[in-house]
């Protein structure tokens, strides 16, 4: 085992015994980067929604307590969460709340162009970069919003939004998809160009047209929003999550034996699949699922990490931990966030031979990876932990997966159907984020008509 880490004892961890093949078939959940837009964008109406295919992770329900927060009435169901913001009584989103999530910035366009006001704490979420709120700013004021930042706060008010054209200098996912709630209900037309194409961005489209937006351009570079007086309620089921698919392909790609992932399109993932490819692995694709077996021996090779549809950011630490194991040097550039590479150093104890320069990292290959005591860098890195876990040898304790617990929904349980060997050990105790076995019986029988 390593050094000991800081305040281990109250972590909640993983003991992952290595070695183990993966077969049968996993099911993918509902996207946490949509599930997150479209709970925000249902503060634009009045009227009841209904919210499917949901995560139950850990980010959903801070989510649903900023919602409660500013006076929505939110119920959480078994993979549903329903939402009515017919009663707004509060334009602040409080720090304790924002400061664990950054999708939390994603209330201030719609809170804008509903009620017209909102105070906002400077987001938090995992420590991976700036992640700069720059651009959201300069599009809202765009829109004639007045903004001021003050203690820590983003203030901004406007009587009446009104279209403009809006050039992002960077296709900013989270700045698209405020501008886009914004715009919806904003007088006249609003162009947004230089827009993020992400499929999740496209989910938030076309839910917010589903109430009645007129929206056109979701997944290119130029997004036209007409804006409309109001939006109304419905059901709307939320696209699979394609950076957890990606996880469990990586899994596949290391310790699998006809593993078969389900319930998600693999167009999503092009150029992952592409890129898995490249390196050795053997893919089946079929329309909604991937078979995947462990390679023979893994090709090194260069990632370069860009906006939709480059590749994503979200998988890099987890391509990092496949080309550990490569026949050669890799080279990984992160052009996305700038603290992406924490994973480095926690592969690096268990034997990687990772080596960072800049938002470069140069990865030489290596036989096997070794047990140890890691932890968690932040919500992707842990999961890629996981993953490395599964073909270390011997025993893996990784701490601190309250990160991994905000965007994977069980995902111990899941890999250990399909062959894992992962142990739970719940050393302070878990928030209560219990579902509701009854929910709104009289909405549901009146959107299912």
Known sequence: MSD????????????????????????????????????????????????????????????????????????????TVLIKANDLNNCTAPYNLVNKMRASILVMGPLLAKIGRTKVAMPGGCKIGLRKIDFHIKGLEALGAEISLEHGFIDAKSKQLKGSSIQLDFPSVGATENLLMAAVLAEGVTEVKNAAREPELVDLANFLNH?????????????????????????????????????????????????????????????????????????QVETDSVKVSKAQSIISSNIVTLPYPGFPTDLQGFFMTLLSLSNGQSIITENVFEN?????????????????????????????????????????????????????????????????????????????????????????EKKNNKYSQTLNQSFLERVSE
Request: hydrophobic share 45%; charged share 25%.
């Open 4 to 79: 000991l880490i800081t305040n281990n004892e109250i972590m909640n961890e993983f003991h992952i015994e290595g070695g183990y093949p993966l077969s049968g078939t996993i099911k993918v959940s509902g996207a946490k980067n949509a599930a997150l837009k479209l709970m925000a964008a249902s503060l634009l109406t009045d009227e009841e929604v209904l919210l499917g295919n949901v995560p139950l992770i850990e980010d959903v329900f801070i989510m649903a307590d900023v919602l409660r927060s500013l006076g929505a009435f939110v119920e959480i169901g078994k993979n």
């Open 211 to 283: 109430l009645g937006a007129k929206i056109e351009g979701a997944g290119t570079s130029n997004l036209k929003i007409q804006g409309v007086k109001k939006l109304g309620g419905g059901k709307y089921s939320i696209i699979a999550d394609r950076i957890e698919a990606g996880t469990f392909l990586v899994a596949g790609a290391l310790a699998g034996k006809d593993l078969i992932i389900s319930d998600f399109k693999p167009q999503t993932l092009s150029i992952v699949i592409e890129k898995l490819n490249e390196v050795g692995v053997s893919l």
């Open 340 to 428: 992406r590479f924490l994973l480095a150093k926690e592969l690096n104890k268990m034997g990687a031979k990772i080596r960072i320069n800049g938002h470069r990292a140069l990865v030489n290959g290596v036989k096997s990876l070794k047990g140890n005591l890691v932890e968690s860098p932040d919500l992707r890195g842990g999961a890629a932990l996981v993953v490395a876990s599964l073909v270390a040898e011997g025993e893996t304790r990784v701490l601190n997966i309250d990160h991994i617990d905000r965007g994977y929904e069980n995902l111990s349980e899941k890999f250990n159907n399909i062959g894992a060997q992962i142990k739970r050990i719940d050393r302070k």
